[in-house]
Every structure is written in C-alpha cells, then in structure tokens.
C-alpha cells in the first residue's frame, strides 16, 4: 500500500493529469526506459553478481559455496601472480600516461596555431585512435615480427640487428607502450586539449607579450594554469585506461613472455574463463576496482594543490 501511494505521488509531482508537463515528463521517463534496463541488465546486475560470487567458491561446474573473506586473502597469500600484475601494469601505466599526455598535449599545441591544412593534420593524427583494438594488436604485430617485420627490415637497411620486440622479455614492454601512444596520442585526448586551449583568452596572451613574457613564461604561467582542468580530466581517464589494458596485451603478446606483460586484467581473465575460477576472479575484479577508486580519489585530493578553475576565487 505504502509502495502504491509512493508511485502515485511521484506522478502526481509531474503535474496535473493531461497537462504539457506531465506528458513531457512522462515521455522522458519512456525514452529513458530502454537504458535503464539495459543499464540494470547488463551493469548493475552483473556488478551485484560479481560481489556475491566473491565471496564464494564457484566453477561454473558446481553450485556456489560460500567461504566468506577466502578468495581475498589467497589473492595476497597463495597467488604469486596478483601482485607480480599490479606491478606490470602499475608501471605500464607510469609510463604511458605521462608521455602520452604530453605527447597529446604538444601536438594539440601544434595544431592550435591556425596554419593551413589544419582540419587535414587534425584528421590525420585523429584517426589512429579510431582503429579497432583487435586491428590495432594484429597490425602491430606484423610490423614488430622478428624476421618479416617491418621495422627489422628497416633496421637492417643501416646494418641494425633488429630486436624480437614482442617476443622479447626485455621489448614486449616497451613495444605495448608504443603502440599505446601510436593510438592515444593523436586521438580524444588531443582533441580535449585543443578545445581547452582554445578557451584560454587571448586577452592573457596579448598582456603577457606587452610585459615582455616570453614563449616559455606564457606556456608556464597562462596556458597550463588555463589548461589545468583539462590536463587533470585527461590524466584521470588516462589512468583508468592504462590500469584496465587488456585487448593489445591479450593479442599480440598473451601476457608473454614469461609473464613479462602478464597485466592484471589478464589476471582476472585467466582466472575466469581459461581456469573457470569465476568466484576468486570475481574477487580479484573488486580489488582491482577498489585500486582504481582509491586512485582516483587520491587524484582529486591532489589535484587541490595544482588545478585552477576560473572564477573559484571569486568565490
């Protein structure tokens, strides 16, 4: 009965029956329908399952048996290879983000200039992100193979011995990084820094050449202070995608070898549908998305201390 007059005074708040109002409303709440499902089906139904699984021991063969904190303390005790992931990715990502956001930042710098041919270059630079990832990791791997690829052919010109790239404990690394930046730099991420370059007033830039302030001096202190909330969203997503690296790793190397590209979310996947451990892959799954929430809080905090958001004196 309480649930019943609860939906009726949620209809009634739309405004009186017939009126514009409440037809609009109504309308908005029909169109919003197909996603909420979808959204219930497909994300937070499987995201409640996953933390019930977590807590159990599951094997798709046999029903789930519940063994409270088990699967979380064997992830620090029995696998070896939990941690030895979070290092591999931690220091994937330490290394591709920055880079790439200054790679994306530097050629956003370029094409804010208003040369001609620039829609071309834009384009250009852009649609490197918009290769599939699968295509991506198989093109890649042609061009880095040992012996018919094409940067060894290339080396081998200048009288290069070239690396095995993927092949090699040394390279794999290194090689993934690269073409994490072939894809990354030149895609939204550069797009995103030109549009926050491109709100800094000019008016800042005209007062900086008559104070004498050169190219330097107005990079340091009008454009990055200007572009702060931009770099800090952009270093935000970057981090979170680095962290979840999974389709390039999975194609072109396979976590290999010898585990020296064995990321985290390779981890989890193994876990779940190469050994069927679904309940302990569950719970490397949440302890992977409390790293993330941890990081990402801890950015913001930090982000206190450097981000400038105009108008935030005023108030």
């Not at 202190?221 to 995608?241: D, E, K, R, W, Y």
């Amino acid at each position: 009965m309480a649930r019943q007059v609860g939906i009726a005074a949620a209809f009634s708040s739309l405004g009186p029956p017939g009126s514009r109002a409440r037809r609009e409303a109504i309308a908005g709440y029909v169109f919003l329908l197909p996603w909420a499902i979808g959204f219930t089906l497909f994300v937070a139904g499987p995201l409640v399952a996953s933390a019930v699984l977590s807590f159990t021991a599951f094997d798709v063969a046999r029903p789930p048996r519940f063994i409270g904190l088990e699967n979380y303390i064997n992830a620090f005790t029995t696998d070896d290879r939990f941690i030895d992931s979070l290092k591999l990715t931690f220091f994937y990502a330490i290394v591709s983000v920055p880079l790439a956001l200054f790679g994306s930042l530097m050629l956003a710098m370029l094409l804010n200039q208003r040369l001609r041919g620039t829609s071309f270059y834009r384009t250009f630079f852009f649609l490197p992100s918009l290769t599939p990832a699968v295509a991506v990791a198989i093109l890649w791997t042609w061009l880095l193979q040992p012996d018919v690829g094409l940067f060894n052919y290339l080396l081998s010109l200048v009288g290069i011995q070239g690396p095995k790239w993927l092949g090699s404990t040394e390279w794999a690394m290194p090689s993934l990084i690269v073409i994490a930046l072939w894809t990354g730099i030149g895609g939204n991420r550069m797009m995103i820094f030109l549009a926050g370059l491109q709100g800094v007033p000019q008016e800042l830039y005209d007062a900086a050449d008559m104070d004498g302030a050169g190219t330097l001096q107005r990079f340091r202190h009008i454009t990055l202070p200007m572009i702060s909330p931009t770099m800090f969203f952009n270093l935000v997503l970057g981090v979170i995608a680095a962290l979840k690296v999974f389709t390039v790793a999975f194609i072109a190397t396979q976590g290999g070898p010898a585990f020296s590209t064995w990321f985290i979310t390779l981890h989890i996947w193994s876990q779940a549908f190469k050994y069927l451990e679904m309940g302990y892959a569950s719970a490397l799954a949440w302890l992977f998305t409390l790293i993330l929430l941890v990081l990402t809080a801890v950015q913001f905090k930090v982000a206190k201390r450097w981000v400038y958001y105009e108008g935030e004196d005023a108030r």
